[in-house]
């Protein structure tokens, strides 16, 4: 697990449109199809989206699709439709972290809130120098980098246990992303 410390970049209204443009192509479809098929097949409530991208994913998950962002047009979309929701404020069962956990300040602070599943993808990096050479390399942006094994530990380290880790986002054709769904160890919760 890396932490790389530069200044934040904005995530205002350009994020937001880039976003947007991302979920209406065949990529979009297709990613919150498996998603969804993921969450489904593991749980079934009201999740939280963190960092919502477009919003695909929360209006695919229907009337249990809620979501945080800290985009102010993401959060005016969320809340225009009823379905924002700060999972700082109080404990919540599940969340998904599509292309996000790597950039939350203190990520911990976000999983220490969740009673019983995390969905995450994100890009993996099992060779500390391959980073800097990587597309997903983005100072500001990523904050943190895993390998395979540093988040499977680190979530391990937060009383959760892997329940699934696969592939499908780079068989979709994405660069170096795994998807994994860690499930709170209730057994040996800290």
């Not at 963190?50 to 959060?75: H, L, P, S, T």
């Not at 699934?164 to 780079?170: L, R």
């Amino acid at each position: 697990m890396g932490f790389h410390p530069a200044d934040p970049i904005s995530y205002e209204h350009d994020y937001w449109e880039k976003y947007l443009g991302y979920d209406s192509t065949e990529m979009g479809d297709a990613l919150t199809e498996a998603r969804k098929e993921l969450v489904d097949f593991y749980y079934r409530g009201d999740i939280v989206d963190i960092g919502i991208g477009g919003g695909k994913f929360v209006a695919a998950m229907g009337a249990n699709g809620f979501g945080f962002d800290v985009n102010q047009d993401a959060i005016d979309w969320l809340v225009a439709s009823n379905r924002f929701c700060d999972p700082y404020s109080s404990r919540i069962d599940a969340i998904s972290c599509w292309d996000s956990l790597e950039h939350i300040p203190c990520p911990e602070a976000l999983i220490n809130q969740v009673n019983k599943f995390v969905f995450v993808s994100l890009p993996v990096f099992n060779d500390p120098g391959a980073i800097t050479k990587s597309k997903h390399y983005r100072p500001g942006e990523h904050i943190w980098y895993w390998s395979d094994w540093g988040i499977i530990k680190w979530f391990r380290d937060l009383g959760f246990v892997l329940v699934e880790k696969n592939n499908s986002e780079t068989e979709l054709g994405r660069e170096g992303i795994s998807t994994y769904v860690f499930r709170r160890d209730h057994e040996n919760i800290r």
